[in-house]
């Protein structure tokens, strides 16, 4: 794995803040700290597009002539199948 530096730039607050992260032994060093950071933000995002993309989706499917009683059916149907 190739690395890349970067410099930036933080306020007094902020750098005390990492450096508190480091000291209570959470992380070893700023960098350790930043892509910790930076891995949680891409899986965030992820799952934000997955559940945007789900929602766009359902809104393109249409009005459902199904009722609420057959939605839930089928979803504990569903959770059923996978216990």
């Known amino acids: 794995m190739t690395t890349t530096r970067k410099t930036i730039t933080l306020t007094k607050q902020q750098d005390n803040w990492v450096k508190a992260q480091i000291a209570n032994g959470d992380y070893t060093n700023d960098s350790e700290y930043f892509r ?21 989706d359902g ?24 216990s």
């Not at 891409?42 to 993309?53: A, C, D, I, M, V």
């Not at 499917?61 to 939605?71: E, H």
């Open 59 to 82: 809104l393109n499917s249409g009005i459902s002539q199904r009722t609420v009683g057959d939605i839930w059916a089928e979803a504990e149907a569903k959770h059923n199948a996978r």
């Open 36 to 56: 910790d950071l930076i891995r949680r933000d891409q899986e965030q995002r992820s799952r934000f597009n997955t559940l945007k993309t789900s929602i766009m």
